[in-house]
């Protein structure tokens, strides 16, 4: 629907991006925060982050957004739903 969240796809290499799922959107998001102090978590994340840090950014508002658009999608469901119910309730009490 046109109110529906648009989602901003990252332009992302897909090995890149595999290794993105790989540690997921928390990992990324706090090794994005904390930046520096993430030394001692681990030589992937510690590469991955001064390599790829403005993917990982393009790539955690894409999930964002896909996260914000599956929300919206919800939540049109549940209106559905309720005017559904509401206009059966309708119909029965006029007959």
Same mark, same amino acid.
């Given at each position: 629907?046109?109110?529906?969240?648009?989602?901003?796809?990252?332009?992302?290499?897909?090995?890149?991006? @595999? =290794?993105? #799922? +790989? /540690?997921?959107?928390?990992?990324? !998001? *706090?090794?994005?925060?904390?930046?520096?102090?993430?030394? @001692? =978590?681990? #030589? +992937? /994340?510690?590469?991955?982050?001064? !390599? *790829?840090?403005?993917?990982?950014?393009?790539?955690?508002?894409?999930?964002?957004?896909?996260?914000?658009?599956?929300?919206?999608?919800?939540?049109?469901?549940?209106?559905?739903?309720?005017?559904?119910?509401?206009?059966?309730?309708?119909?029965?009490?006029?007959?």
């Amino acid at each position: 629907m046109w109110w529906w969240r648009k989602v901003r796809w990252a332009n992302i290499d897909q090995k890149l991006r @595999a =290794q993105f #799922e +790989l /540690l997921g959107d928390d990992v990324l !998001a *706090h090794a994005i925060a904390v930046g520096a102090y993430t030394m @001692a =978590q681990g #030589e +992937l /994340l510690v590469r991955l982050l001064n !390599a *790829h840090r403005t993917e990982i950014i393009d790539w955690l508002r894409e999930r964002r957004d896909i996260a914000e658009r599956h929300a919206d999608r919800l939540e049109t469901v549940e209106w559905a739903i309720l005017i559904f119910v509401v206009l059966g309730v309708v119909v029965e009490s006029v007959n």
